[in-house]
C-alpha cells in the first residue's frame, strides 16, 4: 500500500477573479507508489505537490472541496476536448458564492500518467480509440490517480468532513477511506461540447461517473 507524509511548505495571499484566497503548497513523499505503467517499475518513493486555494472559514461547518487533477491542456489552453477547464470554473465559482471552500489541485495530470503521455493518449484518440483503450495500448492504468496526498493535506488542515464536487465516485470512495466523511457530493456537471462528447460518454459508460 502506498503511504504519503504530507508537509505544508507556503501560505501566502492569494486575491483572484473569484475572490480572495490563501494560497497554500504541500509537498508530500510517497513511499511504495503503485506502478502505472507495465514496461516501468514504480521508484521506491516519489515527492508530489499540491495546491491549496482556501478561502474563509474552512472550520466553521464541512466546508465545500473540490479535488481537482491536472490538465494543463483544458485548465491553461481551455482545451474543447475535455470539460478540465468547466468544471474547475463551476468549482471557483461555488466556492466563491459559499464565500468558504478549498480548491485542491494535485498535478496528476492526465490522470497521473503524466503530460507528454497524455498527448501520445491523444494522438491515439485521433485514429478512433477512447481515453480508457488510448491509455492502455500505450501500457497504462486506465487511471493511475491515487487520492492519498489530498487526503492527508484535508487531514494536515483539520478538517474530518467535506463536501465534495465531484462526478467521480472513486474519489468520494478514496476520502471515506482515508477516513474523511463526504457528507455531501455536490455534481460536478457541465454542459458537454461536441468535441468533448466521446470523452464524457467514456468517463459515464466505462469508468462510472455520476452524469445524465
Ligand atoms: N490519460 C488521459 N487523461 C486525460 C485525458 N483528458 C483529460 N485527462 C486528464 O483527466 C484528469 C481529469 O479527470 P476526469 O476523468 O476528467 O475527471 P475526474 O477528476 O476523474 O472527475 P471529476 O471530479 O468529476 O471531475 C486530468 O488529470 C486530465 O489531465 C485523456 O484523454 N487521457
Ligand atoms: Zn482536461
Not at 467521480?168 to 456537471?189: M, W
Amino acid at each position: 500500500m502506498p503511504f504519503v507524509s504530507v508537509r505544508q511548505v507556503a501560505d501566502a495571499d492569494f486575491p483572484s477573479r473569484w475572490g480572495h484566497f490563501r494560497i497554500l503548497g504541500f509537498e508530500g513523499l510517497v513511499t511504495n507508489p503503485e506502478p502505472c505503467n507495465d514496461d516501468q517499475p514504480a521508484p521506491a518513493s516519489r515527492t508530489e505537490s499540491a495546491v491549496a486555494l482556501v478561502m474563509g472559514d474552512i472550520h466553521a461547518a464541512p466546508p465545500i472541496i473540490r479535488i481537482h487533477s491536472q490538465c494543463l491542456t483544458g485548465d491553461v489552453f481551455h482545451s474543447l476536448r475535455c470539460d478540465c477547464r468547466q468544471q474547475l470554473e463551476l468549482a471557483l465559482g461555488l466556492i466563491s458564492e459559499a464565500g468558504t471552500g478549498i480548491l485542491l489541485y494535485e498535478q496528476q495530470e492526465g490522470r497521473g500518467i503524466g503530460l507528454m503521455a497524455k498527448l501520445r493518449a491523444y494522438e491515439l484518440q485521433d485514429q478512433g480509440r477512447d481515453t480508457i483503450e488510448a491509455n492502455l495500448e500505450l501500457g497504462y492504468k486506465a487511471d493511475c490517480r491515487l487520492y492519498e496526498l489530498p487526503a492527508a493535506i484535508l487531514k494536515l488542515l483539520g478538517l474530518d468532513a467535506v463536501r465534495l464536487i465531484t462526478n467521480n465516485p472513486e474519489k468520494v470512495e478514496a476520502l471515506e477511506l482515508a477516513g474523511i466523511k463526504v457528507i455531501e457530493r455536490i455534481s460536478a456537471e457541465v454542459p458537454s461540447e461536441p468535441t468533448n462528447e466521446r470523452y464524457l460518454e467514456t468517463k459515464r459508460e466505462k469508468m462510472g461517473h455520476l452524469v445524465s
